[in-house]
């Protein structure tokens, strides 16, 4: 097996390595400033006048989801999601604040990932067939509202899709016209474990701007080139010090406000040794298989490839669509499924996401956004079944064996 | 329609390969050689022994088939296909001069350079043997630079049994034991009975040169190995070719996880001590 150099056993690069290594190219761009929030229209005119398609949190169906906006009032303003295990619910504060919706059910993933995506189109000829290959029309898209944890799973998901074996060109195309501009977290919710997988509260790496709301003001950090760019034309104001010591306090008591932690201290092999816990029947009683916390999830990549042929047969589509390792398909070979059962597929889900994920690509698949407790119908919180596993000292029941790269 | 994936390598793309010759292997096993279509297509391609391609159908999809045929001519492509599923009992339809897609070659194959100079165990199991059947014949074709080779392919019933003729003609070669065992014989069943793990008692084996392969149900393998490394085989000699649920090839549409391995790209040749923890175990 070739791993990447950063993947060598005993070599797991850590999210806040990670971060570090991604923030230092950008040192020197990082001088706060301020942007009145009576000044965001400007923001968004700028992104405009470069061509940008500009994507942001609005109220639908109450829930927060992405949508094209144009203007400041397309915002949820005044807004605020309450998420608990199985329950989501928005409430109308009728305050100023713009960003009090910390996120909806879709994280970054749909904007590279798309849950479907055309691949080839084939069509009869006198040798066989010829393939044409399928790509995005590229697009500029500016996505304002995404948090650390949406930061952090796009970077995973780039590591995935980008950087392993194969460059995935669908992937690729949609990747490269993704401006990103985040907002800082100064409220948690109770789902929110973000800050034990050090992915966050704050945006360290991986966008282009990001803001911190401070009352009536917006702190701007700038993330990149193409950030830098996007404020050139707006006038900003320098920060003073207390201001900047004011948001870095919000996101400090963010972080320390999180009632959600997940050890990952003894990973994976901890995961690997608890295979045979009794515990894993105990959730597969309660887990539907509904395939909520994958299609939710900032990470999961799975995906199967439909053929579609046209009614005369001459020609012929594939494409991807998001798949779920919940479903009874995902583990199926001829006369076998090698996961037949729900506790297998739970036990997947889990042990894949917490642990192999590491062996697989050098980082953990959790995020610590909580979409998956929140999201589930019956509310399983992956961070209490977690800590069941590994609490009982059921640990040398299954004999561990490191995972050795070739 | 954008050119930017034109101008990167798209793993994703099918390239039509013509079938030249339709072997019938039994009743519903068919042994396609397949020609690629596209002359610079055909010129850069190249496999390892247990190597596999995705094998397109139009209209219908793809399913993951080992090559079984010589790497070293790389410009025919022969697929040992089992009616039994929606894709491959389409493919069993078809006849030479028609066409089929093929995407890869993918994954790790058998260490046929690392076995050079040792003994050579072969143990299969049931119908699943394809995949080994490559790797037998490339070792015939360079018989000298091998060890003994002895293969050992258990069946349920004795209709089971393939390349019957196969099996004699191996048996005749120069230091080759080739046993066979069926656990549910008829009357005209004239060898072992019994399931293939017994077999490993009947061949003499020189642990400290013996390199094992094997193919089959993953049972022989978990009951199997333990037998082979009771008798000293160290279990860095050993090597199983596995099957998971396949789509991309690639490592990215997760279905053939065992473990923290994908098959397709890790597999589906497994060196045992890398996955025996995981070939233990029920739902991975």
């Not at chain 1, 707006?234 to 207390?242: H, N, Y």
């Not at chain 1, 979409?371 to 069941?388: A, F, H, Y």
């Amino acid at each position: 097996m070739i791993f990447p150099p950063c993947t060598r056993r005993g070599e797991f690069v850590l999210w806040r390595d990670y971060l570090l290594e991604n923030e230092r190219r950008f040192v020197a761009d990082d001088i706060h400033k301020i942007l009145p929030v009576a000044h965001l229209q400007r923001l968004l005119d700028a992104l405009s006048a470069k061509g940008y398609r500009i994507v942001g949190p609005t109220v639908h169906d109450g829930s927060v989801v992405w949508e094209t906006i144009r203007v400041v009032a397309d915002l949820p303003i005044g807004w605020r999601d309450h998420q608990e295990p199985a329950r989501y619910r928005l409430e109308q504060t009728r305050s100023s604040e713009i960003f009090g919706v910390v996120h909806g059910p879709q994280s970054l993933k749909p904007f590279a990932f798309a849950p479907r995506e055309s691949l080839l189109q084939i069509e009869r000829t006198k040798d066989g067939f010829a393939t044409h290959q399928m790509a995005a029309q590229p697009e500029k898209v500016a996505v304002i509202g995404a948090r650390a944890c949406d930061l952090a799973g796009l970077a995973i998901q780039d590591r995935i899709f980008l950087k392993d074996a194969y460059r995935d060109p669908y992937y690729a195309v949609r990747r490269e016209g993704l401006f990103v501009i985040a907002v800082n977290c100064t409220r948690a919710l109770s789902t929110c474990f973000c800050a034990s997988m050090e992915t966050g509260p704050r945006a360290k790496a991986g966008f282009d701007l990001a803001l911190t709301e401070v009352d009536d003001r917006l702190l701007i950090d700038v993330g990149s080139e193409a950030g830098r760019q996007v404020l050139e034309g707006i006038s900003l104001f320098p920060a003073s010090e207390e201001l900047i010591g004011e948001g870095a306090t919000s996101i400090d008591a963010c972080a320390r406000s999180q009632v959600r932690r997940l050890d990952r201290a003894r990973l994976p092999q901890a995961l690997y040794d608890v295979h045979e816990h009794p515990r894993w029947d105990d959730v597969a009683g309660r887990c539907l298989a509904c395939t909520n916390c994958t299609m939710v999830c900032p990470t999961c990549f799975c995906h199967t490839i439909e053929e579609t042929p046209d009614l005369s047969h001459q020609q012929t589509a594939r494409a991807r669509l998001w798949d779920s390792c919940f479903t009874q398909e995902h583990g199926y070979i001829h006369g076998k499924n090698i996961r037949p059962t729900i506790k297998d597929r739970y036990r997947m889900w889990l042990t894949h996401k917490l642990a192999s994920w590491i062996d697989q690509f050098g980082m953990s698949g959790c995020v610590g956004c909580g979409r998956c407790i929140t999201w589930c119908p019956v509310g399983i919180d992956l961070t209490e079944e977690l800590s069941v596993l590994l609490a009982s000292s059921n640990r040398s029941s299954v004999a561990g064996r490191p995972v050795e790269g070739r | 329609m954008h050119t930017e994936a034109d101008s990167i390598a798209n793993p994703y793309v099918i390239h039509p390969a013509t079938i030249v010759r339709k072997t019938q292997e039994a009743e519903d096993i068919n042994t396609f050689r397949l020609q690629l279509v596209d002359e610079e297509v055909r010129r850069q391609f190249r496999f390892r022994a247990g190597q596999f391609n995705m094998v397109y159908l139009f209209g219908v999809g793809e399913a993951a088939i080992s090559i079984v045929s010589d790497p070293d001519q790389p410009e025919l492509l022969d697929h040992t296909i089992r009616a039994v599923g929606r894709i491959t009992k389409a493919i069993a339809g078809l006849q030479p001069g028609e066409v089929l897609g093929v995407r890869g070659p993918f994954g790790q194959g058998w260490p046929l350079e690392e076995a050079r100079g040792r003994d050579v165990v072969i143990v299969t199991g049931g119908l699943g043997c394809a995949p080994v059947v490559g790797a037998i014949e490339y070792i015939f074709r360079r018989r000298v630079q091998y060890g003994s080779v002895k293969i050992l392919h258990g069946v349920k019933a004795p209709h089971d049994l393939l390349y019957r003729e196969r099996f004699d003609a191996w048996r005749r070669s120069p230091d080759t034991e080739v046993t066979l065992t069926s656990d549910q014989p008829d009357k005209s069943w004239r060898y072992h009975i019994g399931v293939v793990t017994e077999l490993f008692e009947l061949v003499s084996i020189d642990p400290s040169k013996t390199i094992v392969l094997m193919c089959g149900p993953e049972i022989m393998m978990r009951l199997g190995v333990p037998i082979l490394l009771r008798r000293g085989v160290p279990e860095k000699a050993v090597y199983v070719s596995l099957e998971r649920h396949m789509e991309c090839g690639i490592g990215l549409c997760g279905h053939c996880q065992m473990g923290p391995y994908f098959v397709c790209k890790d597999g589906p040749v497994m060196r045992y001590d890398r996955i025996e923890t995981w070939l233990g175990r029920t739902g991975v």
